[in-house]
């Protein structure tokens, strides 16, 4: 397109525009309205401009959501310094690393961080600022301190009488190329990469969630952020997009178990949820599958009968979401496939989108009328895709992916960049998959976990794992090589393994029928040869992705 609006003019709309409206609250906790987010804004741009900070300069973020984690960020663009926005659930090593990599000079932190981190390891830093209350941490900085000591004072001399919409005036990007925030990637092998978004990739994932869910969401709209801020997809969909619209997000400030998720659900009753499979899975496993006899399956598949049942079932489902749900949007991993194929037959509205964090991050989506099973959607608007293989309707190939939403690069990693983005523009994903005649992408695995069976036959083993997840007591499996043979290691239900008080031989006997059951529908190439067990989760990825090098 021709010209690309700034992103933080749309900010600054957003707040004049619902001034009076409630904005961001903290689950069981307090709100503020867009008034009281500009305000906040407004006396983090004072201490910024008198702690000497320029724009352009690196302010890092690393916390629980929360509202004054999404201030702090806001107030970071709007004042033109560059955000770095760091998952809390890194190591303290990775924080230290992150900080000190991306030069930032200040660091806003959360409680638990806070406990966790070493200042001393992060020398270049002027200031570590608390996201609660904004107070010092710790300030290397004369002007900092007294600006933080003085703010209110400032704030009160710049604003004599009173702080109204029409003194909102924000730092407009001079170019759309201009980097807005540098992510870092959750990465399972060494230190990541550090993403460096533009604010015109920033503007075109809003534009498309504009195209795609401005019929559905409106001002005052109850919304509910899960997934962390500091990962794209949560900041994209979950924040960036409802604050824009006007709604009113809830923060849930603490783990997002699946008791308290359930819960937050039926108070908040968001108009939109978007979620990793892990959290709709278990909500569906837990709470539904038990409830299906093997008399109401049957009867599920009978005409009249059965769709009477659906429709109850999908009533029953839908109020344990809020019951005021447009749409689920499931991404960062795929749906399971029984998961997926129950929600289909209730006609529940759920789909799959597909992105990365260096496409800031969305590559393919489809509402959930026209959703195929099994794939990711289609391209988005201002993106293309393609399969880079020779037959993409039936042979994999890496996705390829070049549009507006695409990275300027890796921050300080000019190789890594050259190897990722091909001269023509294409972002190499990583991911394995085929297209159908009608555009829809359907992912097949990541390149770097394909295994080669024994006459060269390309596995996947993330299609295994798919469908033993669907067998009795599985809660989570992965499927690894060893000296030519495939192995999937278990982790059972132990929940219920313990509730029908089932001894470890009556698991192990089990998960040998689930062996069998397993082998029965698979290629010969593909039969898993023995079934591992362990006590323990797998280790994860703040994405949830286990983290397969840990065990191979």
């Known amino acids: 397109m021709d010209k690309i609006p700034s992103f933080n003019a749309c900010i600054e709309e957003s707040i004049k525009t619902n001034w009076d409206l409630d904005a961001l609250t903290d689950y069981k906790g307090a709100t503020l309205q867009y008034q009281d987010v500009a305000r906040k804004i407004e006396k983090l741009h004072i201490l910024f401009e ?135 990637t959750s990465g399972t092998t060494g230190f990541s990469k550090g993403v460096m978004i533009p604010y015109r990739a920033m503007w075109s994932n809003l534009d498309f969630a504009s195209h795609v869910l401005d019929s559905e969401l409106h001002p005052g709209d109850n919304t509910i952020s899960i997934l962390p801020m500091a990962h794209m997809y949560g900041m994209a969909f979950e924040f960036i997009k409802e604050f824009m619209s006007g709604c009113h997000i809830f923060y849930l400030t603490r783990v997002p178990s699946p008791a308290v998720v359930a819960q937050a659900f039926t108070d908040v009753k968001p108009i939109i949820i978007i979620a990793v499979p892990l959290v709709i899975e278990k909500i569906i496993r837990k709470k539904v599958f038990p409830k299906l006899t093997p008399a109401i399956r049957l009867l599920m598949k009978t005409p009249i009968v059965g769709q009477k049942i659906k429709e109850k079932i999908r009533k029953q489902v839908y109020e ?91 921050y300080k990693n000019e190789e890594a960049t050259a190897q990722t983005i ?70 059972p239900d132990i929940e219920t393994c313990t509730q029908q008080n089932m001894s470890s031989e009556d698991v192990e006997n089990l998960m040998k029928q689930n062996l069998q059951q397993l082998n029965s529908n698979q290629p010969a190439y593909c039969k898993i040869s023995h079934i591992e067990i362990h006590d323990e989760e797998f280790e994860k990825t703040p994405k949830k992705s286990i983290k397969r090098f840990l065990y191979q």
Not at 69 to 88: K, R, S
Not at 428 to 443: E, P, S
Request: net charge negative.
């Open 50 to 184: 008198n702690s000497d900070i320029h724009r352009g300069d690196k302010i890092a973020l690393c916390g629980r959501n929360m509202s004054n984690w999404a201030v702090a960020f806001l107030a970071t663009l709007t004042y033109g310094a560059v955000a770095v926005p760091i998952l809390h659930e890194f190591t303290a090593d990775q924080i230290h690393h992150i900080v000190n990599h991306s030069e930032a000079r200040l660091l806003f932190v959360g409680d638990v961080v806070a406990k966790q981190i070493d200042p001393e390891k992060m020398p270049a830093l002027e200031g570590i600022v608390n996201i609660p209350d904004y107070s010092l941490m710790i300030s290397r900085s004369e002007k900092l301190t007294t600006a933080r000591e003085n703010l209110n004072r400032y704030f009160g001399e710049k604003f004599p009488k009173y702080f109204r919409k029409e003194f909102v005036s924000y730092y407009k990007e001079e170019s759309p190329e201009e980097l807005a925030l540098i992510n870092y």
């Open 320 to 410: 344990a979401f809020g019951g005021r749900l447009y749409e689920i949007i499931v991404g960062g991993a795929a749906l399971n496939q029984e998961v997926e194929q129950f929600l289909k037959d209730i006609h529940f509205p759920v789909t799959v989108g597909y992105g990365a964090t260096e496409c800031a991050p969305i590559i393919t989506y489809a509402d959930w009328k026209e959703h195929k099973g099994g794939s990711c959607g289609r391209e988005v608007i201002h993106m293309e895709v393609k399969i880079d293989s020779k037959h993409p309707h039936r042979e994999p190939g890496e996705i390829l992916t070049r549009g507006l939403n695409v990275m300027l690069g890796y």
């Open 422 to 491: 091909d001269k023509d523009g294409w972002y190499h994903t990583g991911d394995l998959g085929i297209m159908d005649k009608k555009g829809n992408v359907f992912i097949k695995g990541r390149s770097k976990n394909m295994l080669l069976g024994p006459s060269g036959q390309n596995i996947f083993p993330e299609e295994i794992e798919d469908a033993l997840n669907s067998l009795p007591l599985v809660n989570e499996s992965i499927v690894v090589q060893r000296e030519g043979k495939l192995v999937a290691l278990v982790h």
